[in-house]
């Protein structure tokens, strides 16, 4: 497991029986591919069952959907639920084209953009084979760029997970200090970076570090690269700048958006891509016949006809992230500009962990990682007003009861 956190009891059970099967690799277990069996799998942030906590640990939106929104949906579920939806969302395809100024043929559909992130490694990328734990390659041979799936570190944590499900190499290269984006000539200066990867991942604004890259940055790196690049676009309407534009420019480039985060939607699983008509058109080629579901389609095409509802949360999230920011600071934490709806601090002391736990104890759920480079972070997401006052308080008692912690050890 490359992340942490008290895990929903659904994830402990999972875990333990593949930790069971592994052993034994016995009875049942023998018939499961050495790939998955070997496999470690995505963790995602807690969605805790106790009611009443704050949570501030997977990036939800603290807004809700547009009420005409919540009245499309409701107005859909009816005795059509009886029925298929439509296959390839065609109209939300013509609304998200309307809004990004190209063809339905540039956007694709996904049950979440991460199912979009998963199509992108089965279309793009040839698999390995039998994969070395460190995603080398087949054992003892050397990694080939047709075989990789290429993304910066630290980034999105699914896509390592993405590339060892379809037995792919995974290679990553380190971004620069504050999680700036490498230019092209320190990545050739560098020699770590593959310029012919099949695919890479470029999660922009980067997560979890928040830190916001220039279209101009991005599209000299788009254009210095042989294979495809996913530009992942889950937060950048938190951002001063997006890159919309490079999917509708360059051949090789996809734009992979979420409604689950601006647009408050993360129930309803919906993201897309755009991109050129070529590479949209193969992955509807992979696509699950009914990946998008009629409640999710409905959800999403309401969203679109309510922009100004949810510019004017981004807005408000802006401004509480960036009053978190100061009073963070102002409390001994150190916070790295960001231009999404969370921050990636580093606390004072006690350790990143035990103020994970700290703040749990306080009904605020937060996020860590155990990652090497990450596990003095905490990541915690942009909720209300008044979610980001709580965590003040809440802060501000823990410095308080550590600060009576060391006077009490000093005596
Ligand atoms: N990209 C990034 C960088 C993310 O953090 C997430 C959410 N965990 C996603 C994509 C996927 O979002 P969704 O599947 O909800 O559209």
């Avoid at 944590?157 to 995974?170: C, E, I, Q």
Wanted: aromatic share 8%.
């Amino acid at each position: 497991m490359t992340n942490w956190g008290p895990e929903p009891s659904r994830f402990i059970s999972f875990e333990a029986t593949m930790l069971k099967a592994n052993k034994t690799r016995s009875g049942p277990a023998r018939w499961i591919r050495p790939l998955v069996r070997d496999l470690n799998a995505y963790v995602p942030g807690e969605q805790p069952k106790v009611r009443g906590l704050i949570k501030l640990n997977t990036n939800e939106n603290p807004y809700p959907p547009a009420p005409s929104v919540l009245k499309a949906v409701r107005a859909a579920v009816d005795g059509r639920l009886r029925l298929y939806p439509n296959p390839t969302a065609e109209g939300l395809r013509e609304g998200l084209a309307r809004l990004h100024g190209c063809g339905a043929e540039n956007v694709i559909v996904g049950n979440g953009s991460d199912e979009l992130l998963a199509m992108a490694v089965r279309c793009f990328v040839e698999p390995a084979g039998r994969v070395d734990g460190d995603g080398g390659g087949r054992h003892g041979e050397a990694r080939s760029s047709g075989t990789t799936v290429q993304y910066f570190l630290p980034s999105y944590s699914l896509y390592p997970v993405l590339a060892d499900t379809h037995g792919a190499a995974k290679h990553a290269v380190g971004l620069g200090a504050d999680f700036a984006l490498p230019t092209v000539a320190e990545l050739k200066r560098g020699k770590a970076w593959d310029f012919g990867a099949a695919l890479t991942f470029v999660t922009t604004p980067n997560a979890p570090g928040g830190r916001g890259y220039a279209t101009a940055e991005l599209e000299t790196l788009c254009a210095a690269m042989r294979g495809v690049v996913v530009l992942d676009e889950a937060y950048v309407d938190f951002a001063k700048e997006h890159a919309m534009e490079l999917a509708l420019r360059h051949p090789n480039v996809l734009v992979g958006r979420t409604f689950s985060k601006a647009y408050s939607l993360c129930f309803q699983r919906v993201g897309y891509f755009v991109g050129p008509p070529v590479l949209i058109a193969a992955m509807q080629k992979i696509r699950d016949s009914y990946n998008v579901n009629g409640l999710g389609q409905v959800a999403a095409e309401a969203t679109l006809k309510n922009l100004p509802y949810y510019r004017e949360h981004f807005r408000k999230v802006i401004a509480t992230r960036e009053r978190l920011a100061a009073e963070l600071t102002e409390a001994g934490f150190q916070v790295l500009p960001s231009q999404t709806n969370f921050l990636l601090v580093t606390p004072p002391a006690p350790a990143a962990r035990e103020w994970l736990e700290k703040l749990r104890e306080r009904k605020i759920l937060v996020r860590w990682f155990s990652a090497a480079g990450l596990d003095h972070h905490l990541r915690v997401s942009i909720g209300s007003d008044g979610e980001a006052d709580a965590l003040i308080r809440a802060v501000r008692s823990i410095l308080a009861e550590t600060g009576r912690g060391r006077k009490g050890r000093a005596t």
